[in-house]
Nanobody, 120 residues
Framework: QVQLVESGGGSVQAGGSLRLSCAVS?????MGWFRQAPGKEREGVAS???????TYADSVKGRFTISKDSAKNTLYLLMNSLQPEDTAMYYC?????????????????WGQGTQVTVSS
């Protein structure tokens, strides 16, 4: 059973930055970050495959960066130029990603989430 534990969320003003971390018991071929805002469906934000290729949602391209440190068993999401619309619960996920890497169904394991709140 893969265990994923997110941390690093918090409150920040618009234009600020945060770095989310996800402690991973076992990296899978595809690791991803998702988010869910109140009243909205969960959406894929960024993914990182074992071959190093990454995919980003259009809404975060150029602002967010996904990376990992295999020695520390940690997945990261660096978020710059945060906006109020980035406010959400952020989840770390692990899967195989045979299809679109930002699709929720491509992931089998999920963390409990960490809250990010951006004020204007």
């Amino acid at each position: 059973q893969v265990q994923l534990v997110e941390s690093g969320g918090g409150s920040v003003q618009a234009g600020g930055s945060l770095r989310l971390s996800c402690a991973v018991s076992e990296f899978h071929y595809c690791m991803g970050w998702f988010r869910q805002a109140p009243g909205k469906e969960r959406e894929g934000v960024a993914s990182l495959k074992f071959d190093g290729s990454s995919t980003y949602a259009d809404s975060v391209k150029g602002r967010f960066t996904i990376s990992k440190d295999s020695a520390k068993n940690t997945l990261y999401l660096l978020m710059n130029s945060l906006q109020p619309e980035d406010t959400a619960m952020y989840y770390c996920a692990a899967g195989v990603c045979l299809g679109w890497p930002l699709a929720e169904g491509e992931y089998n394991y999920w963390g409990q989430g960490t809250q990010v709140t951006v004020s204007s």
